[in-house]
Nanobody
Framework: QVQLVVSGGRLVQAGGSLRLSCAAS????????MGWFRQAPGKEREFVAA???????NAYYLDSARFTISRDNAKNTVYLQMNSLKPEDTAAYYC???????????????????WGQGTQVTVSS
């Protein structure tokens, strides 16, 4: 089990950029596949990005043109870089983790066992 602390959400204008961070503590972060999800009011939780454990060589995105997920195992942190933000990106963003010693990413929230608190991202038009 890992504990996840999410940070970086704020109000930003449309077209702007934002980087979210998710710091993990607990067991070996390197052995955890990581994911980012978001949830807007009245909507279901939505996949945003995922990265495999270890080197993180495998990743998958809701929008690969605007979002980039990366991990720094030395800092026990996963990042979500978001560019060209749109008002429809407004949501609470969550970080998630699951133990996985293979090079697989996971895109369903049901695949994850550990969750951080949400951080609010608001994109104004």
């Amino acid at each position: 089990q890992v504990q996840l602390v999410v940070s970086g959400g704020r109000l930003v204008q449309a077209g702007g950029s934002l980087r979210l961070s998710c710091a993990a503590s607990g067991r070996a972060f390197v052995n955890y596949a990581m994911g980012w999800f978001r949830q807007a009011p009245g909507k279901e939780r939505e996949f945003v990005a995922a990265i495999s454990s270890s080197s993180g060589r495998n990743a998958y995105y809701l929008d690969s043109a605007r979002f980039t997920i990366s991990r720094d195992n030395a800092k026990n942190t996963v990042y979500l870089q978001m560019n060209s933000l749109k008002p429809e990106d407004t949501a609470a963003y969550y970080c998630a983790a699951r133990f996985a010693v293979n090079d697989i990413y996971y895109i369903s929230p049901r695949d994850y066992t550990d969750w951080g608190q949400g951080t609010q991202v608001t994109v104004s038009s």
